[in-house]
């Protein structure tokens, strides 16, 4: 098992998809016992990685490479680097978390934990694939249980959500795989190996129409204004588990596959194309945050906050300094724990009140205490106050952008007011003021519920008090990425 941890990781999930197909349907708590016993696993498995993980290598570990099919050159091709290392863990921690998130689903119960699970180990392939084509099939995998995850388990709008998802990333898998062909026919002998592509020598234009494909590819995925409009609709109307899942890992593939796929692979692109993606992440903080003010739905306001601070972890990327490269990286991680917290918190009011208005509520903490403490971090973590692990990845992004995009990351900043200020208002309007009659018999917060919030709360003020444990996962990965990118810039000036 020691040298196929990265298999294990992946596909121990599929192993619970089959377990659980061999089930009797009328047991749903069997169902429910494999699905945690498989992501329990799953989440070990990450942590053994972690502790054993060369934080000052930046090359890739962990590597397992065998043909697959010889005849079109396609491996079995897996590895990690301080890039994946933190997705990875991420990836199985969310998952553990989700399946006792999902434990009040009794519709279809069956379906939904085999379909969770497939969902799994699609997101957690494409963190671990360092061979195009293997990237692209777990991308594939990933689509279809989301789309019947939302569209049989979600809110009364959830097919056209779940269509509406579907169309927005199917459409971005063809422009994904226009570009890997191109990038596979380019080679000689032709090639889908990520690390022999990131040593190909490609022509100017080549690389800015390759690099646009695939930017709009993961663009709709982060998702990158205008590409944003699939999401609110989607969380709003997915089950609690399946918007923490959204947000907390499907947007960072988007984001992941700029860093491991464009940004290496196609140098000169990203660089040309680097103040129009700095400018694409401004808009989406402002637009972002804007739009959240607006929301009287505090899961949709959680949505356009996410649009928000995706465009931060743009912005840093798009700098292409140290301190930007690395707060976007952090902030990927920190904002799949920070909204993670905020999906379950609204989850736990709307399993009591059935709604998620914001002014139907008012005056909760004095009933739920406890509740309120806990959703108190989890606001406060996502308007980035200092203490927590959000605030030093925004900094560093701000830090790293600002030599680079003065005057776009001081118009930035004012989508970090706006973030502060529509996160008080509706923590003040659910938490404080007179208590609505209605709730006054409210179920406090739940062992269950406690169970899947409270590892989130330790995490965000740990990593917001000492940071350095995860900024030294991808210090080196970081070095080497700006390396080549420095790099593509000279072979462009010659």
């Known amino acids: 098992m020691q040298g196929h941890l990265l298999t294990w990781v992946t596909f121990i999930p599929v192993i619970g998809t089959l ?48 043909d697959w099919i010889e005849t079109f050159n396609i491996q079995y091709f897996m590895g990690i680097d301080g890039l994946s290392m933190p997705l990875v863990l991420l990836t199985a921690l969310l998952s553990f978390i989700g399946v006792f998130a999902s434990w009040n689903i009794n519709k279809a119960s069956k379906g939904y934990f085999a379909l969770f699970l497939l969902l799994d180990a699609g997101m957690m392939g494409v963190f671990v694939s360092l061979d195009f084509f293997l990237f692209y099939i777990f991308w594939e995998v990933m689509l279809l249980p989301m789309y019947f995850l939302i569209g049989m388990w979600g809110g009364p709008q959830r097919e056209y959500a779940a269509i509406k998802f579907f169309l927005y990333t199917f459409a971005g898998s063809i422009l994904m795989l226009l570009a890997m062909l191109a990038l596979y026919f380019t080679q000689d002998p032709h090639t ?110 959680v949505a356009y906050s996410s649009i928000s601070h995706m465009g931060i972890v743009l912005l840093g990327m798009a700098a292409m300094t140290k301190a930007g490269m690395s707060g976007a990286i952090f902030q990927m991680f920190n904002h799949g724990t920070i909204t993670a917290m905020l999906f379950l918190s609204v989850g736990v009011i709307y399993d009591r009140a059935h709604h998620r208005e914001i002014d139907g509520f008012g ?127 000279s072979m462009a000036i010659n």
């Open 19 to 66: 377990a659980i197909l061999f089930v009797p349907k009328d047991q749903k708590d069997v169902v429910k016992v494999v699905a945690a016993v498989a992501t329990g696993i799953q989440l070990w498995i990450a942590l053994m990685i972690l502790f054993a993980f060369d934080s000052s290598q930046s090359g890739m570990q962990f590597v397992e490479q065998y």
């Open 192 to 301: 889908f190996n990520m690390l022999t592509l990131m040593g190909g020598t490609y022509g100017h234009t080549f690389q800015i129409v390759v690099f646009l494909a695939l930017f709009v590819a993961f663009a709709i995925k982060v998702p990158v204004f205008p590409f944003h409009t699939w999401l609110p609709l989607a969380h709003v109307e997915a089950p609690t588990a399946i918007s923490v899942i959204l947000a907390g890992v499907l947007l960072k593939m988007g984001t992941y596959g700029l860093l491991r796929i464009s940004f290496p692979i196609l140098p000169e692109g990203t660089l040309w194309f680097a103040l129009p993606m700095a400018i694409l992440g401004v808009i989406n903080i402002i637009y972002g945050a804007m739009c959240a003010m607006a929301q009287k739905d505090i899961k949709r306001l």
């Open 363 to 489: 005056g909760l903490a004095s009933k739920m205490p406890v509740y309120t403490g806990i959703a108190g971090v989890a606001f406060f973590a996502g308007l980035g106050l200092p203490g927590l692990s959000g605030f030093i990845s925004e900094a560093m992004v701000f830090i790293g952008a600002f030599p680079v995009y003065t005057t776009l990351t001081i118009i930035a900043t004012i989508g970090i007011v706006l973030n502060a200020g529509y996160f008080l208002w509706a923590f003040q309007r659910i938490f404080f003021g007179e208590l609505n009659e209605k709730y006054k018999d409210i179920a406090v917060i739940n062992g269950r519920e406690l169970f899947t919030l409270v590892p989130l709360v330790v995490i965000v003020i740990f990593l917001g008090v000492y940071p350095m444990p995860m900024l030294d996962l991808f210090t080196a990965t970081v070095d080497k990425l700006l390396d080549v990118l420095n790099f593509g810039a």
